[in-house]
């Protein structure tokens, strides 16, 4: 794998007119909220300025956005703190933006099997939040039900996040969906993308290891008792300090590490590659995350 200089669109034909008036209208949906969450004073100025950024990155150069994204959507509580959804806000920048570049086609060239795929798993999120919607919704009248279920995707979701968990995890995975599809069909058009969000992705989950590692120590030399702040790993306490969620802390770093592992196929990226999961490594144990090193295992054999 060669990683060379993205060099912009191959295709200059202008999309037609209903993929262009679909593509505004996601937009729109899209771009109220953002405007919503970079009005709030809750929202940190450096999430903000970040996600303003990447939008006007992806109205300029849908990949270079992309790689933004891949680069920043791990930090996380280096963003924003909870309840604010710092990944989901760059997300939705970078789509928003990149719906709005209208003059460029998505570059899709028709239906593809993993694309059918792709709006079926879309389609069973979203029936499985509605099933689990209705049933929060007993004793409502059947008339008011539609106003019920668009009521809980609130505005203010990137500011406080959903008050509903099935509603959060809808949202959070329809964006990654999101993601998923701007990143193939824009490596469709761009040929070199895909090696640079390989890039990016091993290169942000190492300085996250880095961070993380040095958050912990910090901590131990801030402690008043050093050694029973040191026995708290031992004894399974768990650190992560970008991610809430320990587990996806723990899969993040896999998934980084098996994209370095592919890395180190190529002689030229064989040692930085490595010295990336050195640097992840004691991120991922203090995560605690069992799931994710079953996961590294299973597919690191398989890969191997």
Known sequence: ????????????????????????????????????????????????????????????????????????????????????????TIAWAFLCGWLLAARRPLGMPGPTRLGAWTALYAACLSVSWVRLALVSAHGVDASVLPLYLLRALTPDHLIFSSPEPETWNLLHALTGVGLFVAALTLSRVERRLPGWIAVTLVASASVLGVLTLAGAIGGWNASDDPWRYLSRFISGSRYSLHLTDYNAAGSSYVLAGLTAVGLARVARWRVVAGAAVVLMLPALVMSGSRSAALGAIVVGALAL
């Open 1 to 88: 794998m060669t990683i060379a200089p993205l060099n912009g669109d191959t295709r200059p034909a202008r999309p037609p007119v209903l993929e262009v008036a679909a593509r505004l209208g996601l937009a729109a949906v899209l771009a109220w909220p953002l405007a919503l969450a970079w009005l709030a004073p809750e929202l940190p100025a450096v999430l903000t300025l970040s996600a303003i950024l990447v939008l006007l990155l992806a109205l300029w150069r849908p990949a270079v956005a992309l790689v933004a994204t891949t680069a920043l959507v791990p930090a996380g509580l280096l963003l924003a703190d909870a309840p604010a959804s710092a990944a989901e």
